[in-house]
Every structure is written in C-alpha cells, then in structure tokens.
C-alpha cells in the first residue's frame, strides 16, 4: 500500500514528471523490436558518428539492459558514446524470464571474454540499466569481472531490492526467477552484501569504479535502494532528478554525465567524478 500511495502522491504533485514517464514507457514499448535485430552479442563500430575532432576511444563499452528491456532502451545514451568518439559499443541481451542473476552473469562474462578476443582491449567499461545494474555487479563481484572491469555504471538498478520484484515469487506467473532474485530482503541481494563485506573485511579489494544514478519517481523507491554503499568499494552516487524508472534513459543529463563518467575513467591518475545530474 505504501507503494500505491507514492505513486498517488507523485502523480497528484508531480503531473509533468509522471506524464514523462507514461511517454518515456510508450516510447521503450514503441522501439523495443529494435533491440532484436541482431544477435546477443553485437559489436557496434561507431566511428563513423564520432564529432569532428574528437579522440577515438578504444575501450569497449558493454550495454546491459534490464528486465524485459531489449538493446534499443540505450539511443539516447549510445548516441552520446558514439559523438564522444567511443568505437567499441557493445549490445549485451538477455532473456529474464528464464534465467536467474548468476546465469546471465555468467552469459555477460562470455560475452566480455568474446569482446576482448575481438578487439584486443584489455579492459572493458559496463553500463547497465536496473536489472542489468545487478547482472553487471554479479559478473563483477562474484565471477572475477573486476580483473577486466574498469568502470561500472548502474541506472536506477535495485541494489537493495525493488518492492515489485516481489511479484517474481507469487504463484503461477511468468516473471521467472531474476524478478524474485532482486525483490526487497532476497537472498541473492543480501549474499552480495554479506560477500563484499567479507571480502574487505579479509583485505580483498574490488579494482574497479563505481558509478550508481538513481532517480527520484523510480519504482525502486526509496531513491536510495538504487545506490550502492559498501566499504572497499570506490563508489559516486548520483541522483537524477524528475525522472523515473524508464524516462532516466531518454534524459539528456544521464548521457552526458555516463559519457563524462566514462571518458573520466580513461585516464585514471586524474580521475574526478563528473558533476552530479
């Protein structure tokens, strides 16, 4: 019920940013089929739309979408990646309602293994939108991603539960196993924080950063579940303000700023966090 009230809340005293959001779903509903025009691994030369004088960027950077999203979920963002002059833009999918975490985890870090053969890179930058954010931490933290991870970037992903995934566990429907697997209190969400704590607890340290936007008329309410606070772990949260779960990734603020985020990241003795959105 307090779910329910929130929304009602928002859309009473926040008409414009719900309305955003309506569009923002009619929109992911609309180019969704474009996400399925390739395989799950697609491997994006975008030279060609870098802007004039720009630096080509050689590090790949891997999209990871979230629960029942598909590829197309990242054009505004990709679009961004590619006029800074990242040429290596990687369209990571996966199928949710099948599968749990730790097996599209292990799918993302085939993919990864695929990518660096392909290209060369030794390192490669993640970029993953709610479910996708927890794939990402999973290949990261539990299966060695970080030896080949530089930065990681999460949007509006449910690092401390989503009260809707929830639903992932009543009986007789289809949402399959990762929808329950990042509800609120699960126990692959608390084995990821017990875990880290006993990694830095022993010393162990995860080498590579941080990056956690959420927004504040998200369904992974409060806004604070999509943030990560962990000891050992070199982390900016950000929160993106009048946006939701799915209008964040069409906002211009959120590419720009996991541009500059990423672009940062490439020189790493001089890294500084790009200014909160």
């Not at 999203?69 to 040429?87: D, M, V």
């Amino acid at each position: 019920m307090s779910i329910l009230r929130t929304a009602a809340t928002a859309a009473t005293q926040r008409p414009r940013d719900c309305l955003r959001e309506l569009t923002a779903t009619a929109v992911a509903v609309a180019t969704w089929p474009l996400g399925l025009s390739d395989g799950p691994l697609s491997l994006a030369l975008a030279g060609a739309c870098r802007g004039r004088g720009v630096t080509p960027v050689a590090t790949p950077v891997v999209l990871v979408h979230g629960f029942a999203g598909s590829k197309s979920n990242f054009l505004r963002i990709e679009t961004q990646l590619r006029r800074a002059g990242y040429e290596r833009i990687v369209r990571f999918t996966y199928n949710a309602f099948t599968q749990g975490v730790p097996d599209v985890a292990q799918q993302l870090a085939d993919c990864v293994t695929e990518v660096l053969a392909r290209t060369g890179a030794d390192r490669v930058h993640l970029v993953g939108h709610s479910l996708g954010g927890v794939v990402c931490r999973w290949f990261v933290t539990e299966l060695g991603g970080d030896e080949v991870v530089d930065l990681v970037v999460t949007i509006a992903s449910p690092h401390h539960g989503s009260p809707f995934g929830h639903l992932g566990t009543l009986r007789r429907n289809d949402l399959g196993r990762c929808a329950s697997q990042i509800a609120t209190g699960s126990a692959l969400l608390a084995g990821l924080d017990e875990r880290l704590t006993t990694r830095h607890a022993a010393g162990e340290r995860i080498d590579c950063r941080w990056v956690a936007f959420s927004c504040d008329l998200d369904v992974v309410v409060p806004a604070a579940r999509a943030e990560l606070h962990h000891a050992g772990l070199d982390v900016t949260n950000v929160l993106v303000e009048g946006r939701g779960h799915l209008s964040v990734l069409l906002a211009p603020e959120l590419a720009e700023a996991v541009t500059a985020h990423l672009l940062a990241a490439e020189t790493p003795t001089s890294y500084a966090p790009a200014v909160a959105a």
